[in-house]
């Protein structure tokens, strides 16, 4: 903003007073706890001076470390997936639907996610549940004789997770395709190019930033979800964040605790870095 | 083709449109039943499960408890970011691209993490657990989001009102409260309208920092324990009805804004 120069008469004291209390709650609620937490992962549950013994646990012992791998898999899973379902359906959104209906056709998309969190994962437990509406169908219709074991399985937790992230990614890809000017496209059909050419040499690789945003926000969400696979994946598999609650709620070790989630944001961070980096190339 | 493309695209998107409204649609009809299995076959008409949670006081003070939480944090956080945001676009402060890299960065991070954090800092500081203590939470997460929305409508054009307000001689105390915050209404709206949403939805948080007084989508999860229970359904449907009718409602009220 390069407005900050002009302001005339302004005095920086009087700047300061107004980012003061800003800075301050983020110091104070925000990175304090975040320093707390850094020492507290450094020392033993039963008290006892520093230790490294609870990073140490998280690469020695195997269950730890699984929870780490399952959900760096979901998280995979539910990036792909969600990325293949959403861009057809904001494709369709944005080239199909006659432009006055796609404010009410977005609308409609995200009415469903105005529920509570809670409340959403526990409805897709209705529905995949043993004697819920998928498996009742299934059995009544005569293809299956015994209900499908649908729920408390990573399958549910990866139903859970898509139908969120679909509506998220279909909205960010659905503002992408609507930026690209149509000269674009123009250009590519007075050039001699069909529409599919057209869409794979012009319109996918200007909307593949956006879908790179798209997907780190699904990466950075999903990993530190904990209602989800609590709800829907149950204690079958444990993933991260569910590691991180157990430790709290059954055994009180915040050392622990404070240790995995320190963890778990180095993760999220190496894919920030990663995905940033990509980024820049793809702009420049 | 071009009918074939049509077709398939239908197809496609009643079948996506399917997949989004399946378990909402689930959720609402068996929340309508008398059963104490929410389960097909479906039997109902019946408002029993209504009743049920409206006569439930953990439920309706958990409503209020969210509410207020929503209401105080989402206003502290608005007024936080708004300062601060007036503070860095109208004042040269050193090194003020890191101050509000700073204050945006609790964006890039997990409520899950946000809130052992805090449950960490105030255990240490033998700061009990309570309402209070979530709401601190709740201005940690909206901070940032009401900053950053604030700071992004805060044009040149602004700026010379202000001056012309200033050079007219009025103070700037009554620069801030006659010219700047109209002028920015929409974007402390904004703000504070998502906010609102968050802070109303946010679990975790709410779930470590507060024990016995706690918010709705706690006493929700709480319901949970007991498996399918038609009475999670009828909550769970309510929260919903009045969602949507705050949506429509703040819809038409942009809308109507807009000039036609």
Same mark, same amino acid.
């Given at each position: 903003?390069?407005?900050?120069? !002009? ?20 110091? /104070? ?31 020695? #012992? ?7 791998? !399952? ?8 990036? =792909? ?37 809670? =409340? ?6 209705? =529905?995949?549940?043993? !004697?819920?509406?998928? #498996? ?15 729920? #408390?399985?990573? $399958? ?19 503002? #992408? ?12 059909? @007075? ?25 780190? /926000? ?6 530190? @979800? ?8 149950? !204690? ?16 009180? @070790? ?5 240790? /995995?989630?320190?963890? /778990? ?7 920030? $870095? ?11 | ?260």
């Amino acid at each position: 903003m390069n407005s900050a120069t !002009n302001s005339g008469r302004a005095l920086p004291r009087a700047g300061w007073a107004l980012v003061t209390p800003a800075l301050g709650w983020t110091l /104070l609620f925000f990175v304090l706890p975040f320093v707390a937490m850094g020492f507290s992962s450094l020392t033993a549950h039963d008290g006892g001076g520093f230790t490294l013994a609870n990073y140490g646990q998280f690469f020695t #012992n195997p269950a730890y470390w699984q929870a780490m791998v !399952n959900s760096l898999q979901v998280t995979a899973i539910v990036t =792909v997936v969600s990325v293949l379902l959403a861009y057809p359906f904001a494709w369709i959104l944005a080239e199909q639907v006659p432009e006055r209906w796609q404010r009410l056709a977005l609308m409609l998309a995200v009415l469903p996610f105005w529920t509570s969190y809670v =409340v959403r994962s526990y409805s897709w437990l209705l =529905v995949l549940a043993q !004697n819920g509406v998928i #498996n009742r169908a299934l059995t009544g219709s005569g293809l299956f004789s015994e209900p499908l074991q649908l729920a #408390n399985t990573r $399958l549910a937790t990866v139903i859970g997770f898509v139908h969120f992230f679909v509506m998220l990614l279909t909205l960010t890809i659905f503002a #992408n395709l609507k930026q690209l000017s149509p000269s674009y496209r123009k250009a590519a059909a @007075d050039l001699g190019a069909g529409p599919v050419r057209t869409f794979l040499h012009v319109v996918l690789p200007l909307t593949l930033p956006g879908i790179m945003v798209g997907a780190f /926000l699904t990466f950075v969400l999903c990993v530190g @979800d904990y209602i989800t696979p609590q709800i829907l994946g149950g !204690n079958n598999e444990l993933l991260m964040p569910q590691l991180v609650m157990m430790q709290i709620g059954r055994r009180g @070790d915040f050392p622990l605790a404070s240790a /995995l989630s320190i963890i /778990l944001m180095a993760v999220v961070t190496i894919a920030y $870095l990663a995905c940033a980096r990509w980024l820049k190339i793809e702009r420049a | 083709m071009r009918a074939l493309v049509r077709i398939v695209s239908w197809l496609y998107a009643i079948a996506i449109y399917g997949f989004i409204f399946l378990p909402v649609v689930v959720l609402v009809l068996f929340s309508l039943q008398a059963t104490s299995f929410p389960i097909p076959p479906f039997t109902g008409p019946s408002l029993r499960w209504y009743d049920a949670v409206l006569a439930d006081t953990r439920l309706t003070s958990a409503l209020v408890n969210s509410l207020l939480v929503a209401a105080c944090s989402s206003a502290a956080a608005v007024t936080l970011g708004f300062l601060s945001a007036w503070g860095f676009a109208r004042f040269a402060l050193p090194g003020s691209a890191l101050l509000r890299g700073l204050i945006t960065l609790p964006l890039t991070v997990s409520y899950l993490i946000i809130g052992m954090g805090l449950l960490v800092l105030f255990n240490w500081a033998g700061i009990p657990k309570s309402l209070l203590a979530a709401g601190v939470g709740h201005v940690v997460i909206n901070l940032p989001l009401c900053f950053a929305i604030i700071y992004s409508q805060m044009g040149d054009h602004q700026i010379n009102i202000e001056r012309a307000a200033r050079d007219l001689g009025a103070p700037e105390w009554k620069v801030l409260l006659l010219i700047t915050v109209p002028v920015m209404a929409p974007a402390i709206f904004a703000g504070f309208f998502l906010s609102m949403t968050f802070s109303w939805d946010e679990f975790v948080i709410s779930f470590l920092l507060t024990r016995f007084d706690t918010t709705l989508p706690v006493e929700i999860w709480n319901l949970l324990r007991s498996g399918l229970n038609p009475k999670t359904n009828a909550v769970g449907s309510l929260v919903f009805a009045v969602s949507i009718v705050l949506v429509v409602f703040f819809e038409l009220m942009l809308l109507r804004r807009k000039p036609a």
